[in-house]
Antibody
Framework: QVQLQESGPGLVKPSQTLSLTCTVS??????????WSWIRQPAGKGLEWIGR???????NYNPSLKSRVTISVDTSKNQFSLKLSSVTAADTAVYYC?????????????WGQGTLVTVSS | EIVLTQSPDFQSVTPKEKVTITCRAS??????LHWYQQKPDQSPKLLIK???QSISGVPSRFSGSGSGTDFTLTINSLEAEDAAAYYC?????????FGQGTKLEIK
């Protein structure tokens, strides 16, 4: 049973880069059968898909964030990471990592527990 | 980008009532529509995949239907533990998108 756990700073200053890591346990991130995604949720609001990475390293990003987002994978540590640059208060949210089966169209399961990132000076 | 619109945004319901939540897509997405339940301070949990396929471990009172642009999540005989927000999600095309959510309050 694959489990995901987010980690990273809970407070980031405006204009800086938000960096989060998702650690995968119970399975290998390089199995080739999954996409690894980041999703965020501002307090009291809905869900926004940020982007995903395949084990080959290929990525897809939400156009609304594409210019500021980088997702990478470290197979040796069984982790994948999110970097979001030039953050503002609008980037304050709970950030989730999630996996989806690498088929043409798939759902998110499982999800990590989420980590709150606040952008403030 | 495909926009998903859920209705209602909020519903207050009594136990044992039947609840219907709808999700409308801005263009046809076939059956690439999934439903999640999110309880306060928890991450979303998959309820239904591919519009109508059940998920192991999810109570049978949850069911889904629809295809194309119109989808429905039905909760039969609502229980107090079903108080949560419910989201639809489309995986037909990138960027993936979610509905704005429906919050269920149990009276």
């Amino acid at each position: 049973q694959v489990q995901l756990q987010e980690s990273g700073p809970g407070l980031v200053k405006p204009s800086q880069t938000l960096s989060l890591t998702c650690t995968v346990s119970g399975g290998s991130i390089s199995s080739g059968s999954y996409y690894w995604s980041w999703i965020r949720q501002p307090a009291g609001k809905g869900l926004e898909w940020i982007g995903r990475i395949y084990t080959s390293g290929s990525t897809n990003y939400n156009p609304s964030l594409k210019s500021r987002v980088t997702i990478s994978v470290d197979t040796s540590k069984n982790q994948f990471s999110l970097k979001l640059s030039s953050v503002t208060a609008a980037d304050t949210a709970v950030y989730y990592c999630a996996s989806s089966i690498a088929v043409a169209t798939s759902w998110f399961d499982p999800w990590g527990q989420g980590t709150l990132v606040t952008v403030s000076s | 980008e495909i926009v998903l619109t859920q209705s209602p945004d909020f519903q207050s319901v009594t136990p044992k009532e039947k609840v219907t939540i709808t999700c409308r897509a801005s263009q046809s997405i076939g059956s690439s529509l999934h439903w999640y339940q999110q309880k306060p301070d928890q991450s979303p949990k998959l309820l239904i995949k591919y519009a109508s396929q059940s998920i192991s471990g999810v109570p049978s009172r949850f069911s889904g239907s629809g295809s194309g642009t119109d989808f429905t999540l039905t909760i039969n005989s609502l229980e107090a533990e079903d108080a949560a927000a419910y989201y639809c999600h489309q995986s037909s095309s990138l960027p993936y998108s979610f509905g704005q959510g429906t919050k269920l309050e149990i009276k």
